[in-house]
C-alpha cells in the first residue's frame, strides 16, 4: 500500500471513530426561562412521536443518554410555549431557552421574590405584563398592558408625561413616577433619590415585566408601593433573524425599527435600533424619540451565565400643560398658555450599561451580581424655569442563595446588598420664552442609598411554605448650593429596617392561598427637601406603610379558568403633604395618614385552546376588577410655619377611582388571523384633597386585527391595523391633582387624551 492511500485510509478510520463517538456521546442540556434565566425544573422532553424521555431536575438540567438521541427534541412546560429543539452532532451541551406562552400565566416561574416559584405558589400579588400584552395595541406605550392589572394605574395623555400608582402609592407624584421600585435586567433604573422616568425604555424591547404589588422592601428596600421588574427581549431559542417593522398612525404617529436576534446555546443575542415620531393631537404636542437598545447573554460554561446590557435613548417632546375647566370646554386641542409662551418641553439623553453574572458554585450555593452606570442630560424649559441637569449614577446589587438540603423542614436562605450613588448637577435659568436668561439656581445633589436584605422559605410541609424576610436601608443627600452656600447641607434619614412574613398553602390545582404581612417606606425625593426659604428641612422623614394581605389563585375548569384574587389593607403614615407656595416652590410635611383597603380580581378563561380541533387555536376572554375603598385618615395641610390651614379627615384619597374594570378578548387563529379588544372603565375621583372638584368617569374600547403567518421557511410577516378610543369619547386620562390658581387664575387639573385615532403597521422578519 502507497504512504499516500495508507494516510487517506488513516484519515477515514480517525473520521469514522469520532463520528461513533460523537453519536455515543450523552446529550446534556440545561433549560432556562428566556428572561429572568431562571433554571425551570419538570420540564419534559419528549420525541418526535411525543414519547417521553425524560424530566428537567430541579436545576434545569437533563440528559439523553445515545439511544434515546433525535435528530429533534420537544420541550415541554405549562405556562411555556413548546419549543422544538433541533440537535446537533458537534454540540452535546445544550442552553435551552423557553418563552412565557401569554396564557397561562398563573404557572409561569416568577422571579420576583427569588423563589422560584410559579406566580400561582407565590405569596403575595404579582403580576406579569408579556410582550403579547404590549403588543395587543400599537405599542408606542405600556398604558394599555399596565391598566389591565387590577390595582396598577398609568395614567398618560400625550406621550411626554406618564405616571403610574400601585394600590394608590405613586397617584400624588408631581412629576415622574414615586414609591415604585423598577428594574430592567436586575439593573435599578429609579434613581438614589426614589424618582423613575420609564421614557428611556423602548416598549417594544420589552420581554416580559413582573409588577409586585404592595411594599417589596424585604429584598428590593424603599417603596410602598411596590415594584416593577422589567426583562429586555431575548432572542427565542435556536433562531436567527433580522426584522424590519413600521408602524404609521393618526396625529402624525410613525415608527420604524430594525431588530436582530440570534438565539444559540452558548450566546443569545438581541439588537434593536427604533426610530420614533409623534405629532400630537394637541398644540405642541411633538415627542420624538431614538431608541437603541442590546441585550446579550453568555452561556461560558454550566455554572455561569453573564449578561450586558447597553441602552441608549434620545427624548424630544414638548409639552402643553393642563387646561382649566374653561379652556377644555372652549378647545381641548390648545395648550396651557403658560407651556406655550414658554416653550415648555424635555430634551433628553440617557445611556446605561450595565453587566451581571449568574454562577452557581454547586447545586447549593449560587449568586447573581450585577453593576451598573447610569447617566442622562436634561434640558428641561417649564413655565417657571429653564432647567439643565447632568446625572450620573453607578452601583450594584448582589444576593447569595444557599439550600443546605435540611432533611426536616427545608430551607432556602437568600441574603443580598444594594447599593446606588448618583450625582445630580443643576443649574436654573430665567426662562425668557423658551431661552435662558439669568442664572436663579446651581446646586449638586449627591445621593447614596443601599439596601441589605435576607429572605428564608422554608418547607413546613410539601404544600405549606413560610417565608420569612428583613432588609436594613440607608439613604442620604448631600447638598451642595454654589449661590447660596447657606442652604447647603447633607440630609440623612433614621435608618429603615422593613421586615415581611408570608404564609402560602396549595390546596392543589383549584386553590392556592396566600397571606403576608409587610412594611415598607418612601423617603421623600431631593427636590422634596427643602423650606419655602431653601433650606433642608431636619425634620422630614420617609412615608411608611404597613400591608395586610389574603391572596386565593387557582386553576378551575380543567386549567381553563384562570383566577387570581386579594384582599388588602395598607395603612400608610407619615405621607408627605405639597404645600404650593408659589408658581415653581413647593413645600413639603410628613401630616398625613391614610387608609387603603381594597379587592384586586383577575380572571381569563380559555374557551378554546390548541389542542382542541378547531381552527381556532385560542379564543381568551379576560377581565380584572379593582375595588378602591381609599381615605384620609389624618390628613392636614400646614403653611411654612407649620400651622393646619385644612383637615381633610375622612375624605376619599385624592386622585383615586373606588371603581375600575378592564375587559378584553383575545382571538387567535392556524390561518394567522387574529383579533385583540378591550374595554376600559375608570369611576369618578376627587381632582382635590377637599373633595370639591372631581374628574368625570370614561370609559374606552379598543381593537386591534392581523394577520401573522410564515411563507416558506424564512419569511415572516405581521400586517396589522388597530383603532383607540372607538366609541369617541373625550376624557383627561392623566389629570394635575390638587392645582393651584395663582393671580386669581382658575386651577388647571385637565390633560385631554386623544378622540377616535388609528393606526396599522408591517412586520416583516427574515429567519437565517
Partial sequence: MSPYRYFILSIGL??????????????KGHIYDSQTRQPLADVVILNRLKQQLTISDGKGYFELNPSQQQDTIIAMLPGYKTQYIKLNPNENDLN??????????NEVRVAGYNSHKTSKETAGSVALVTSKDI???????FQSAFNAIPGVRMDQSTLSEARISIRGNGVRASYGIRNIKIYVNEIPVTEADGTTRIEALDVNSIGRAEV???????????????????QLQRSPYQEQSLEASGLIGANGLHRLATTYRSGGDK????????WQEYDGYREHSNDMRRFLTGNFQLFPSDKRIITLLLNRTTQHSQIPGSLTEDQLAANPLQANPSNLDKAAARYQTWTRIGLGQQYRFNDQFSNTTSIFTYFYDLDHPLPYAYLRNFYQSYGGRTRFTYDPGFSSFPTRFTIGAEFNEGLTKGTQYVNNKGVEGAISGNTDYQNTQYSLFYQSETAL????????GISYNSLHYDVHDYLKPNQSGIKKFNPQATPRIALSHTFGQALSLHASVSSGFSPPSGSEI???????NPNLQAEKGVNYELNAKGNLLKSRLEYDLAVFKLDMKGELIGQSIQQGITIYNNAGKTSHNGAELAMSYQILKADDQHEVVSLRPFVSVTYSDFKFKDYKTLNAQNQVTASFDGNRLTGIAPCVYNLGLDLETKTGLYFYGSYFYSDRLPLNDANSVYNPAYQEANAKVGYKKQFIKCLEVNLYAGLDNILNKRYSSIVSLNAVGFGGAKPAYFNPSPKRNGYGGLNVKYLF
Avoid at 18 to 27: G, H, M, N
Avoid at 212 to 230: L, R
Avoid at 530 to 536: A, L
Fill in 14 to 27: 480517525v473520521f469514522c471513530f469520532l463520528q461513533s463517538q460523537a453519536e455515543t456521546q450523552p446529550i
Fill in 212 to 230: 409586585i404589588k404592595g411594599p417589596a422592601s424585604s429584598i428590593y428596600g424603599a417603596g410602598t408601593g411596590g415594584v416593577i421588574n422589567f
Fill in 96 to 105: 435551552v431557552q423557553l418563552d412565557v406562552d401569554g396564557l397561562s400565566l
Fill in 267 to 274: 450566546v443569545n443575542s438581541y439588537v434593536s435600533y427604533g
Fill in 135 to 141: 403588543n395587543r395595541g400599537s405599542a408606542v406605550s
Fill in 530 to 536: 427643602k423650606n419655602v426659604d431653601g433650606s433642608i
Fill in 461 to 468: 410541609s410539601t404544600k405549606t411554605t413560610l417565608t420569612l
